[in-house]
C-alpha cells in the first residue's frame, strides 16, 4: 500500500493544477497562496480571517484557491503550487505512509466535527440509526472522510456498513442532493447549503448530525510542507495569529453577523440561508476555541482510518502535528 501511495502522489505532482475559485485579499505584505479542499460555509473561521482583514494585520497578502478534493490540494501543496493546505488531515497520514521525506504537516485544526447531515424523505421525530437497517442511502466515495464516519457512526449504533442496508456510492459528490431530490435513495448524508435547501424546497429533513454523533473528530486542519515551516517559521506565526482572530470572531458573534461578514465568499446564497447554515453548525458545536490539534484527536482519526481499512501503521503525532503556532497565538 505504501508503494501505491507513493506513486500515487508522485503522478498527481505532474498534473497541472486549476486554481479556480481566487481571489486576492490585500495586505501588501509577504504573499501566501492557500489551497482549500472545497468552498464550504463550514470552513466560516476561515473566511471571517480573510474578509475582515485578520490576515493583512498580520501583514499577509492571502490568495485563496480551491482545490475541489484533498488530493489535488494536497498536489498543490506538495508541487509548490501552494504554500498552505487546508483539507482533512487525513491527507496528510496518507503522504507520511508514503515515505515522503518533505512530508505535510499539521499546524493548526479548524473544524472539530463532522460537517454533514443525514437528510431523510419524511419528519421523523425519534428519528435512530436502527430505522436505517434495510434502507438505501445515498453515500460518499469508498475512503473519503464523510463515508468514513458515516460507517463508524454505523458501527457504533450496531449497523454492518456491507450487510444492513445499501449505501449508494456511485454518484460523484455534490450531486447527491440533486439525485435524492429526483427520487432517487431514501436517505442521503449531505453537507451544507444542501441539507439547509433541501430542506427549504421540501424535499427532504435532517434527522440526525454525523458531527454530533461521531463526537470530537479533527475534520479539517491547516498544513504545510516540514521544510516551509523550517524556512517560513514567521509566515506560519502570523498566518495562525490571523486564522485565530477569525475563530474568535466566530464563537463571539451572531450567525447574522457571521453571514454578513463572509457574505462576499457567497454571492449565490441567501445572507438568510447562511446564517441559518451558520447557526445549524454553531449548535453543534463545529469550531474549536483555539486551533491546536490534541493527540488524543489524532488518535481518534487514525482508529477511523484503520478500522476502514485505508491505514495499514499508526503515525508518531510528534511528526505529523506542530502545535507550537497554535498555542502563541492564544497567548
Known sequence: MKKK?????????????????????????????????????????????????????????????????????????????????????????????????????????????????????????????????????????????????????????????????????????????????????????????????LEQKGDGYVLASLGEESGYVPYTAFSTKKSYIEANPQIIEAFTRGLQKGMDYVNSHTPEEIAAMIKPQFDDMEEATLAAIIDRYQQQDTWKSDLIFEQEAFELLQDILMEAGVLEERAPYEDLVNTQFARQAIQ
Open 5 to 197: 501511495l507513493m506513486v500515487f502522489f508522485m503522478l498527481m505532482v505532474l498534473v497541472l493544477i486549476s486554481l479556480a475559485g481566487c481571489q486576492e485579499v490585500s495586505g501588501g505584505g509577504e504573499k501566501v497562496t492557500l489551497n482549500e479542499v472545497a468552498h464550504s460555509v463550514f470552513y466560516a473561521p476561515m473566511y471571517v480571517a480573510l474578509e475582515n482583514g485578520c490576515f493583512a494585520d498580520e501583514g499577509l497578502e492571502v490568495t485563496l484557491a480551491t482545490g475541489f478534493g484533498a488530493d489535488k490540494t494536497m498536489t498543490a501543496l506538495l508541487s509548490g503550487e501552494a504554500d498552505i493546505g487546508f483539507m482533512g488531515p487525513e491527507t496528510t497520514l496518507y503522504t507520511y505512509q508514503g515515505e515522503m521525506e518533505d512530508y505535510a504537516v499539521n499546524f493548526a485544526q479548524l473544524t472539530q466535527r463532522a460537517g454533514n447531515f443525514l437528510v431523510g424523505r419524511e419528519k421523523q421525530e425519534n428519528f435512530s440509526f436502527a430505522d436505517l437497517k434495510g434502507r438505501l442511502v445515498l453515500g460518499g466515495r469508498a475512503g473519503g472522510m464523510p463515508q468514513m464516519v458515516f460507517e463508524y457512526i454505523l458501527k457504533k449504533n450496531g449497523l454492518d456498513p456491507k450487510t444492513d442496508l445499501t449505501i449508494d456510492q456511485s454518484i460523484d459528490f455534490g450531486s447527491t442532493a440533486a439525485a435524492f431530490s429526483g427520487g432517487q435513495g431514501e436517505y442521503t448524508i449531505e453537507f451544507e447549503p444542501h441539507a439547509t435547501l
